[in-house]
């Protein structure tokens, strides 16, 4: 049995009580609207991260956020209780999820127009959300392309080519469970030697990298 990671979309009206939630690995981003998280107030395009039991407290004029969980084997889904729309988006076994003490770390991808990764692999598996503009995904021999909204998971063992749109910038975010040791440090790993001299265009910001524990069935 493998942990489980899931990412929900929750739109919470504003004015309500305050909604809590369980402990348990997550990382929380405001796609819309406003919130306040155990004294933290987040707006659109801000983050939240931690592993104990929070309260979430929509703004006056409510919320829309995506919610990345890492739960143990053989969990079931969770929607939020009360909210306008509560709804699973992804949930992925993660067979591929390192041993030993683990990081969870939430952050965003951005590219030009235009711009690629080229091939390449991760220290840990991970759900990807686009969040603007949209991106080809090469693996395993077959494209999938993904718009605004569109989650996709990657295992980090698999290695993958990614071709932002080219007409406009592209950014997704991006939940992965990685070793410990990388605390602070690129997951990134080339497949191709050559394509190590090669510019990366990527923007990376992190919002969360936290020690966690191992979920436990």
Avoid at 47 to 59: D, Q
Avoid at 153 to 160: A, I, L, M, N, R
Avoid at 176 to 184: D, H, Y
Wanted: aromatic fraction near 8%; charged fraction near 20%; charge should be neutral.
């Amino acid at each position: 049995m493998h942990p489980m990671l899931r990412l929900y979309e929750d739109s919470i009206s504003g004015g309500g009580a305050a909604v809590p939630l369980p402990a348990l690995a997550r990382m929380i981003f405001v796609v819309h609207g406003g919130l306040t998280i155990d004294g933290k107030t987040l707006s659109d395009g801000e983050a939240w991260g931690g592993e104990g039991a929070c309260l979430l407290t929509p703004g006056k004029d409510g919320v829309t956020l995506w919610r990345f969980e890492l739960a143990a084997p053989g969990s079931v889904s969770q929607p939020i209780k009360g909210a306008m729309r509560s709804q699973e988006k992804l949930a992925a076994a993660l067979e591929t999820a390192p041993q030993g003490e683990l990081l969870l770390r939430g952050d965003s991808v951005g590219f030009p127009a235009g711009g690629c990764a080229f091939l390449h692999k991760h220290w840990g598996p991970g759900i990807r959300c686009m969040l603007d503009g949209g991106i080809r995904i090469d693996t395993h021999g077959r494209s999938t392309s993904y718009g605004p909204g569109t989650p996709w998971y990657e295992t980090g063992s698999d290695p993958v080519f990614a071709q932002a749109a080219m007409d406009r910038p592209s950014r997704f975010i991006r939940v992965m469970v990685l070793p410990r040791t990388l605390l602070g440090k690129s997951s990134f790993l080339f497949v191709n030697e050559e394509d190590k001299a090669k510019p990366r265009v990527q923007q990376y910001k992190v919002f969360t990298d936290i020690p966690i524990a191992t979920p436990k069935a």
